[in-house]
T-cell receptor, first 113, second 111 residues
Framework: GQQLNQSPQSMFIQEGEDVSMNCTSSSIFNTWLWYKQEPGEGPVLLIALYKAGELTSNGRLTAQFGITRKDSFLNISASIPSDVGIYFCAGQRYGGSQGNLIFGKGTKLSVKP | DAGVIQSPRHEVTEMGQEVTLRCKPISGHNSLFWYRQTMMRGLELLIY????????DSGMPEDRFSAKMPNASFSTLKIQPSEPRDSAVYFCASKGGDEQFFGPGTRLTVL
């Protein structure tokens, strides 16, 4: 089945540092989504990407849809303590089980004040 | 906007008991998803409905699991009988366009 490889698994950084994480797949996706999950809550959508090569920002977050459609990255600039959480990438294909997402295993981010 | 609503938020039960988890999707969304999240396996899709019809239930682990969507505003996930290995956080998500929105989850503990 399809799998997403998300890296790194965890990051421990100092407040103010930039963060970069990425996802790769052996399959092509038509949509890439990035979610953040805080303890005791469900994943919250941060950024959605729909076209190969697309670069989208949401405040200090920037994400790109890879040209090959098999990868995506998420950057967080000037991290702050409230960025702490688990970040998930998710890819979506159409056809077969239309509309379901394949999730990466997540990147756990810790920010030291 | 109420978002996706799940109940209960926490459930503790004994092995062998029936468990029913409930979900109210965002109004107007026509797709609904049930996920299970564990430390070992991360987020797993259990079943997915489109316009109240189950589309893909290949992620449902066993016959002990069943899900229904009697109308566009309500879905249930039932486990009968429950086992300790079913302990996990169960999420419901709904989708109207290309973006899925998750509920807060139900943390299930089976003793």
């Amino acid at each position: 089945g399809q799998q997403l490889n998300q890296s790194p698994q965890s990051m421990f950084i100092q407040e103010g540092e930039d963060v970069s994480m990425n996802c790769t797949s052996s399959s092509i996706f038509n949509t890439w989504l990035w979610y953040k999950q805080e303890p005791g809550e469900g994943p919250v959508l941060l950024i959605a990407l729909y076209k190969a090569g697309e670069l989208t920002s949401n405040g200090r977050l920037t994400a790109q849809f890879g040209i090959t459609r098999k990868d995506s990255f998420l950057n967080i600039s000037a991290s702050i303590p409230s960025d702490v959480g688990i970040y998930f990438c998710a890819g979506q294909r159409y056809g077969g089980s239309q509309g379901n997402l394949i999730f990466g295993k997540g990147t756990k981010l810790s920010v030291k004040p | 906007d109420a978002g996706v609503i799940q109940s209960p938020r926490h459930e503790v039960t004994e092995m062998g008991q029936e468990v029913t988890l409930r979900c109210k999707p965002i109004s107007g969304h026509n797709s609904l998803f049930w996920y299970r999240q564990t430390m070992m396996r991360g987020l797993e899709l259990l079943i997915y409905f489109n316009n109240n019809v189950p589309i893909d239930d290949s992620g449902m682990p066993e016959d002990r699991f069943s899900a229904k969507m009697p109308n566009a505003s309500f879905s249930t996930l039932k486990i009968q009988p429950s086992e300790p290995r079913d302990s996990a956080v169960y999420f419901c998500a709904s989708k109207g366009g290309d973006e899925q929105f998750f509920g807060p989850g139900t943390r299930l503990t089976v003793l």
